[in-house]
């Protein structure tokens, strides 16, 4: 092997001391300690190498969370310098520091206007966690406390803990860890699966009301909110239809209902905008937000709250009854506030909206538009989600659309490119900074895997 850093161990050795002691995310784990998982061992930029010297083109951003890439100088020194500072400490005492004042000063100076506080938290699950908490707290400070159940949609997801699964509308997740009381759900807006014969925006408004016929059997009076993502990240990446946004918002403010956006994966210029529901056009009154945050660098969350929260609780809530050993700590408010600022100071999300963005939706168009595999193209920005389908004048899907997308990942993998498989869709979100040459080498690697599936499918 001619490796670029030194390995300390076998790869084989890695692999046997893992199966001892990991059980890893969403895998058969059986499966995975007689396969070995890849053992990664350096990044830069947009790419990862492996033990055995492979290097691979991340496509994903990790799990669409290292918007600068790997090995940032600023981001690990800022690191270094809060660590020798001020390693840790805490938000209760009545005490702060410095670090996350000035992260806060940053992040509401990116936000609309209408939001004001915000909860740190350690991931996206626990933000969506404490959303629950605060939002049945609101509702009692307002005189409200009969307003507790959340609803969210099927195919959504808001995280791996129990209340944040349940929130989501992954079924096999719910049947494994079971859900929580006061939580429904409504159907996803996934227009080429289910429309039938509606048009894209007859679809997303029929989708929409579907949350009013919701509100209106558990009662508008019990219902505190609606969650989603403004495009369901780990559901496909799929895009809702233009009519959506526009009707879902106008139920929520009808029947007094908080709207919560997910912000975790849409957020910190992923679409070429700071946050995934200015591009839709809608205004939430919580948002989750956490990967980009850090560019993935440490682990933080939050849930921001807007003004017409955040004043209740703090002039009428009284003691809020919360909180995270780690929420805003120093070392992870230090690593996001030079995140932040880079992505700010250095034009990267302008960059996504005004040049990398549009040329990795039209090179993406340019080479599957007319390829036999690929029934539609979503995306926007640094994100894109390819559909398969078997016939494309009918939209008919695979039958074994699932495995063929596995499939194709594997390829991926074996062409140095990291892409991710969700039902029959294959889905890429690279790094914000990637250049239009990574982006030619992401769509060029994916096209092949793309072509070795449809070979196997019979479809080339």
């Not at 509606?198 to 029929?206: D, I, K, S, V, W």
């Not at 682990?299 to 009854?321: T, Y």
Request: charge should be negative.
């Amino acid at each position: 092997m001619n490796l670029p850093f030194e390995l300390k161990r076998q790869t084989e050795d890695y692999q046997q001391a893992d199966a001892a002691h990991h059980i890893h995310a969403f895998v058969d784990q059986k499966a995975l300690n007689a396969e070995g998982p890849r053992v990664m061992v350096r990044g830069k930029g947009l790419y990862l190498w492996d033990s055995e010297g492979k290097r691979y083109l991340d496509g994903m951003s990790g799990l669409w969370c290292t918007q600068l890439g790997y090995g940032r100088k600023d981001l690990t020194a800022a690191a270094a310098a809060q660590m020798d500072q001020l390693s840790y400490y805490n938000m209760f005492f009545h005490t702060t520091h410095p670090a996350v004042i000035e992260l806060s000063e940053l992040l509401f100076s990116l936000l609309p206007g209408h939001y004001s506080h915000v909860i740190y938290t350690n991931s996206g699950s626990e933000a969506n966690e404490v959303l629950i908490r605060t939002v049945r707290r609101y509702w009692q400070v307002v005189g409200k406390p009969q307003k507790k159940i959340m609803i969210g949609r099927w195919n959504g997801y808001h995280g791996s803990t129990l209340a944040a699964s349940a929130l989501g509308g992954m079924k096999f997740m719910h049947e494994m860890g079971g859900m929580i009381p006061d939580v429904a759900h409504i159907d996803e807006p996934y227009w080429y699966a289910q429309g039938g014969e509606l048009t894209p925006a007859e679809f997303g408004r029929r989708c929409a009301l579907q949350l009013e016929e919701k509100i209106l059997e558990l009662g508008a009076e019990n219902v505190a909110g609606f969650i989603a993502e403004p495009f369901q990240g780990a559901g496909g990446m799929i895009f809702p239809p233009e009519s959506y946004w526009p009707e879902i918002q106008r139920i929520c403010r009808q029947y007094d209902v908080l709207l919560c956006a997910d912000e975790v994966i849409g957020g910190f210029g992923r679409t070429g905008e700071w946050f995934a529901h200015e591009y839709f056009g809608f205004e939430p009154d919580t948002l989750s937000i956490a990967k980009g945050l850090t560019s993935g660098y440490i682990p933080m969350g939050g849930l921001v709250l807007s003004k017409r929260i955040a004043d209740a609780l703090v002039e009428q809530g009284g003691v809020f009854a919360h909180g995270l050993t780690y929420s805003g700590h120093p070392v992870a408010a230090a690593v996001a506030l030079a995140n932040l600022k880079a992505l700010r100071d250095e034009g990267i999300v302008r960059t996504v909206k005004e040049d990398t963005g549009p040329y990795l939706q039209q090179i993406l168009r340019e080479v599957f538009a007319h390829h036999p595999m690929i029934g539609e193209i979503q995306g926007t920005g640094l994100l894109a989600a390819l559909q398969f389908a078997e016939d494309k004048s009918t939209r008919k899907r695979f039958d074994d659309e699932n495995d063929l997308a596995w499939q194709c990942r594997t390829f991926g993998f074996e062409e140095g490119v990291i892409i991710r498989s969700t039902l029959g869709r294959m889905i890429m979100a690279p790094a914000l900074v990637a250049t239009r040459g990574e982006l030619d080498e992401l769509v060029e690697k994916t096209r092949i895997a793309v072509d070795r599936t449809a070979r196997i499918a019979g479809k080339l």
